[in-house]
């Protein structure tokens, strides 16, 4: 029991601070991915961001063996960690994350590792879809960033193709959308109100 309690506080520990340790934020990336990154299939982007950022990688890789395998105390820390890494991490790791938390929520990650018949004297409730209540808040926040980045995008394609002015009313709906963000990410983790751009940086420059 002492064993799992510090195995626990490990995980815990690891998602609080794995960005701060590979000095990779959402909010200071100096190096954002370019596109043609974000259209790789998943397991080249997966080897392009252990290349891009080692330390944040094999962070991400632990955290998810600890996400499939162990006691439920620490399964649910370690997705709560990689909840917490998606929130404050830039592309390619939050999409990465996000694929795997929506595996783990219908089973999928679970049955690919059946054949190590892990066995910790806990039921089937503890196994990868047992995690599913859990891990569905996580994803929805997830999913609400991605949304509100795809509408701006829309908008502004559509602005520039009709090389038409943004309205006060529209910018005022994307600021509401910016501040509700914010307020969702703030439930799961702490993030700088004044940095954090829930929309991604080139939706802002229509608000300077």
Not at 34 to 42: E, I, N, R, V, Y
Not at 62 to 71: K, T, V, Y
Not at 86 to 96: D, K, N
Request: hydrophobic share 40%.
């Amino acid at each position: 029991m002492a064993l799992q309690r510090l195995v626990q506080a490990a995980v815990w520990f690891l998602g609080e601070n794995a960005n701060y340790a590979a000095s990779e934020y959402a909010w200071e990336s100096a190096t954002p991915p370019g596109t043609a990154l974000m259209m790789l299939d998943a397991d080249k982007m997966v080897a392009a961001a252990s290349s891009r950022n080692p330390t944040l990688a094999s962070a991400l890789t632990r955290l998810q063996r600890c996400a499939f395998s162990g006691s439920w105390e620490i399964r649910i820390a370690a997705v709560q960690a990689l909840t917490t890494i998606a929130i404050r991490s830039g592309e390619p790791y939050r999409l990465q994350i996000y694929e795997f938390l929506h595996a783990l929520a219908l089973g999928g990650v679970q049955s690919n590792f059946s054949e190590l018949q892990l066995s910790n004297g806990e039921n089937q409730g503890a196994s990868g879809t047992g995690l599913g209540s859990l891990i569905s808040p996580m994803l929805k926040v997830l999913d609400e960033m991605y949304r509100g980045q795809d509408d701006p995008a829309r908008d502004i394609r559509q602005h520039d193709n009709s090389k038409q002015e943004w309205s006060d009313e529209e910018l005022k709906k994307l600021y509401e959308t910016h501040e509700r963000l914010l307020d969702f990410v703030s439930l799961f983790c702490f993030v700088p109100r004044a940095k954090y751009l829930p929309l991604g940086p080139t939706r802002y420059v229509l608000c300077m």
